[in-house]
């Protein structure tokens, strides 16, 4: 069983940079397409971005039209993490964020970690 722990938010002014990491406890080789999600106060959770997780490296990624050219996904599978590099923060981008499978798996939701864009 896949264990996720999402970590590195944090509290950062409009245009400033975050890097998200999404830990898994096992191998995620098991996980197709790995994912990242958002949820903002009073609205649904949204899929951020996606990327597969086939090979050591690389893997096809794909974003949101909110996030694109600003975000980038990545992965170390030998460390079994997940990244998310966010750049240009704008304050919509204020949400608590999630990793997960994609499509989402009810049993992998964790905790999230908490990013405010705010001046």
């Known amino acids: 069983q896949v264990r996720l722990v999402e970590s590195g938010g944090g509290l950062v002014q409009p245009g400033g940079s975050l890097r998200l990491s999404c830990a898994a406890s096992?191998?995620?080789?098991?996980?197709?397409?790995m994912g990242w999600y958002r949820q903002a106060p009073g609205k649904q959770r949204e899929l951020v971005a996606t990327i597969t997780t086939g090979g050591t490296t690389g893997g096809t990624t794909n974003y949101a039209d909110s996030v694109k050219g600003r975000f980038t996904i990545s992965r170390d599978s030998a460390k079994h993490t997940v990244y998310l590099q966010m750049n240009s923060l704008k304050p919509e981008d204020t949400a608590v964020y999630y990793c997960?499978?994609?499509?989402?798996?009810?049993?992998?939701w964790g905790q999230g970690t908490q990013v405010t864009v705010s001046s």
């Open positions: 997960n499978a994609f499509p989402g798996k009810t049993g992998l």
């Open positions: 096992g191998s995620i080789f098991s996980i197709y397409v």
